[in-house]
């Protein structure tokens, strides 16, 4: 199975991720834990290039480019060979984080975001996507607390914004499809966890 955890800078996703990754280990569920940009050596390299601080010129175009390259890389040395080893794979930030940063926030357009997308990932789409749904006065308390180091969380208020309705709108967008769970985001960490692995374990066994 192949699960993508998704939603803005703030949100809690990679807190869930490794506490979801450290319990179906504890399961003994085959299981490996991955991020977006990022996952392999070729593709942590990329994501030091877009999330390097320093790099203020880097435009949308190439940043879109460079993401689509650093994820076909994950999907083809890393993804796709684990899904064939019958594990599940743990993605922090799949298309739909492309689909609203780089074509809502950056207005290069979804529809051209998401052929991108499909050409760099040969078409793997997740079995299951879990969206973390925040309230957007949770979401900038969250963001205060932490220490913004990259090139995107240091974007100003207006860019961040624009992430907000993005993921809003891939939220409705997207809701009615069957591999897409909203989880809300603005519970406690233990109850997002149990939420998340029984969704998870339920349709494992279905699959297996």
Do not use: W
């Amino acid at each position: 199975m192949f699960i993508t955890f998704e939603g803005p800078d703030g949100c809690g996703k990679s807190t869930i991720l490794e506490e979801v990754y450290k319990n179906l280990m504890n399961l003994d569920v085959p299981v490996i834990k991955t991020r977006e940009p990022g996952g392999t050596r070729i593709s942590e390299k990329l994501r030091n290039i877009i999330l390097d601080e320093d790099n203020k010129e880097l435009t949308a175009v190439t940043e879109s480019l460079l993401m689509a390259a650093s994820r076909s890389q994950h999907v083809e040395e890393l993804i796709i060979p684990a899904i064939n080893e019958k594990k599940i794979v743990l993605c922090d930030r799949f298309v739909i984080s492309s689909l609203v940063y780089q074509g809502y926030a950056r207005d290069l357009g979804i529809d051209k975001i998401l052929k991108l997308n499909e050409f760099a990932t040969l078409g793997i789409k997740p079995d299951m996507i879990l969206f973390f749904d925040v309230s957007e006065k949770n979401l900038l308390d969250r963001r205060k607390k932490r220490n913004t180091s990259d090139r995107l969380e240091k974007e100003k208020v207006d860019f961040h914004k624009r992430v907000y309705k993005g993921y809003n709108y891939i939220k409705e967008k997207f809701q009615e499809d069957d591999n897409f769970h909203i989880v809300d985001a603005n519970k406690g960490i233990s109850e997002i966890t149990s939420y998340c692995i029984s969704i998870i374990l339920d349709n494992y066994r279905r699959k297996k």
